[in-house]
């Protein structure tokens, strides 16, 4: 089992940046994928970006591509996600999860562990 807790989340103006922190405990980080997703309300979960386990690949939804940034810190037992250029559309709570594989998956039933998720709200 590996428990995950996420931190950073906060409010900003449009055109903002903050950068999220997931550090992870319990099991082998290095050993698989980890990746962000979103939940607005009255949304389903969505898939933000993923990171292999390596770091080496990367993905990302389109709706964030270009402004967000995910990378991980296997020594420290972390993944970090720094988003800039920041929209009002970006509002939600974003969790982190480990996937069940090592390499990038964008569906949420592919990952096993999920943190408890941290209020990201960008006003306008």
């Known amino acids: 089992q590996v428990q995950l807790v996420e931190s950073g989340g906060g409010l900003v103006q449009a055109g903002g940046s903050l950068r999220l922190s997931c550090a992870a405990s319990g099991r082998t980080f290095s050993n698989y994928a980890m990746g962000w997703f979103r939940q607005a309300p009255g949304k389903e979960r969505e898939f933000v970006a993923g990171i292999s386990w390596s770091g080496r690949s990367t993905y990302y939804a389109d709706s964030v591509k270009g402004r967000f940034t995910i990378s991980r810190d296997n020594a420290k037992n972390t993944v970090y996600l720094q988003m800039n250029s920041l929209k009002p559309g970006d509002t939600a709570v974003y969790y982190c999860?480990?996937?069940?594989?090592?390499?990038?998956?964008?569906?949420?039933?592919?990952?096993?562990?999920w943190g408890q998720g941290t209020q990201v709200t960008v006003s306008s």
């Open positions: 999860a480990t996937a069940r594989v090592m390499g990038v998956m964008t569906h949420p039933g592919e990952y096993d562990n």
